[in-house]
């Protein structure tokens, strides 16, 4: 075991059911999945404690005692923007950055921003539920073009997609990069191949980037905007650190809009649901993580994979027998 894992304890065993977990809950397991005995093995909500810089730096803002209406500082940006190119060499501006409390959240408001009741939104299932329900929730339809399974691993259906994204009622494509659940990054050629398309089309691409970070060793994500600057004008992409530090509960995303047409639209409508002030923790939390954490982050990838290599050949070899 390397020295950085070591660092850190990710072994520790932690009792989070007095706490409102919902993971640990029996009956949201019950409710859910119709079971209440489940180990839940969820990618949105490890169990590891966030890193120590993290809460340290919490700590020090509640020993301050006010907690007021506050906005994020200049840092908070920057440690994003510095973030972002060293580890994905992709340069962000400032001025593209728009706050919301969350990526499911601002996929409703994208939806409704950029749509009408009535229009369609593509999404390649299998793919995160909720896409599906901020879709419909706000009285859109959603357009499938699923996934194929080829072999041992999924691809897109490029045919297929091109059939659909004539519909004139399309007008979205949801992208998720990399995509959850099937565990795929997507290749250079297939981000070209579906922002041609959509650009042709003249679909606005939303590009759901969250998982960005949680990549094993040797792997490497392509931010959908650092393609190309047509790609870049046309498409708003999600991030946030909640799911890379274990710091979902704190409510901060930022959403990354370089056309400043659309930027504005999309804060309008956040202004209307006076959706624009961030909490003051997970500002916090997010700039210390970009700033501090990333040998945590490494290390916690390693110890993720060794789990993923344990549960792959403990699955073998009872199916095995």
């Known amino acids: 075991m390397d020295e950085n894992t070591i660092k850190w304890n990710f072994d520790e065993i932690i009792d989070r059911k007095c706490y409102g977990t919902i993971k640990w809950k029996p009956e949201f397991l019950k409710r859910w999945l119709k079971y209440e005995d489940l180990l839940p093995l969820w990618v949105a909500d490890m169990d590891f404690r966030a890193p120590k810089a993290i809460t340290d730096a919490m700590i020090k803002r509640i020993n301050h005692g006010i907690f007021g209406y506050t906005l994020p500082e200049e840092d908070f940006y920057q440690a994003t923007i510095d973030w972002f190119q060293r580890r994905?060499?992709?340069?962000?501006?400032?001025?593209?950055?728009?706050?919301?409390?969350?990526?499911?959240?601002?996929?409703?408001?994208?939806?409704?921003?950029f749509s009408k009741p009535g229009d369609k939104i593509i999404i390649q299932e299998p793919v995160y539920y909720?896409?599906?329900?901020?879709?419909?929730?706000?009285?859109?339809?959603?357009?499938?073009?699923?996934?194929?399974?080829?072999?041992?691993?999924?691809?897109?259906?490029?045919?297929?997609?091109?059939?659909?994204?004539?519909?004139?009622?399309?007008?979205?494509?949801?992208?998720?990069?990399?995509?959850?659940?099937?565990?795929?990054?997507?290749?250079?050629?297939?981000?070209?191949?579906?922002?041609?398309?959509?650009?042709?089309?003249?679909?606005?691409?939303?590009?759901?980037?969250?998982?960005?970070?949680?990549?094993?060793?040797?792997?490497?994500?392509?931010p959908f905007a650092s393609l190309s600057e047509e790609f870049a004008q046309?498409?708003?992409?999600?991030?946030?650190?909640?799911?890379?530090?274990?710091?979902?509960?704190?409510?901060?995303?930022n959403i990354i809009i370089p056309e400043p047409v659309k930027?504005?639209?999309?804060?309008?409508?956040?202004?209307?649901?006076?959706?624009?002030?961030?909490?003051?923790?997970?500002?916090?939390?997010?700039?210390?993580?970009?700033?501090?954490?990333?040998?945590?982050?490494?290390?916690?990838?390693?110890y993720i994979k060794r789990n993923y290599e344990f549960l792959k050949n403990l699955f073998k070899k009872d199916y095995m027998g």
């Open 130 to 222: 909720p896409f599906k329900e901020s879709i419909k929730n706000n009285g859109r339809r959603a357009l499938v073009n699923p996934l194929k399974l080829i072999d041992d691993h999924y691809e897109m259906d490029f045919e297929d997609l091109e059939k659909k994204i004539k519909d004139p009622r399309a007008k979205i494509l949801i992208l998720c990069s990399p995509h959850n659940p099937i565990a795929r990054i997507w290749q250079r050629e297939e981000l070209i191949k579906l922002g041609n398309i959509c650009i042709k089309n003249n679909i606005l691409v939303i590009s759901d980037e969250i998982h960005c970070d949680l990549i094993f060793p040797g792997f490497k994500h392509i």
């Open 263 to 302: 930027r504005q639209i999309f804060v309008n409508q956040m202004e209307r649901l006076s959706l624009t002030f961030p909490g003051i923790f997970g500002a916090i939390a997010l700039k210390t993580a970009y700033n501090e954490c990333e040998d945590w982050l490494d290390a916690a990838m390693v």
């Open 88 to 113: 994905h060499n992709w340069i962000i501006q400032r001025d593209w950055f728009v706050y919301t409390p969350g990526i499911v959240s601002a996929i409703c408001n994208l939806v409704l921003a």
């Open 234 to 253: 046309n498409s708003v992409t999600c991030t946030a650190g909640s799911k890379t530090f274990n710091i979902a509960g704190l409510q901060t995303s």
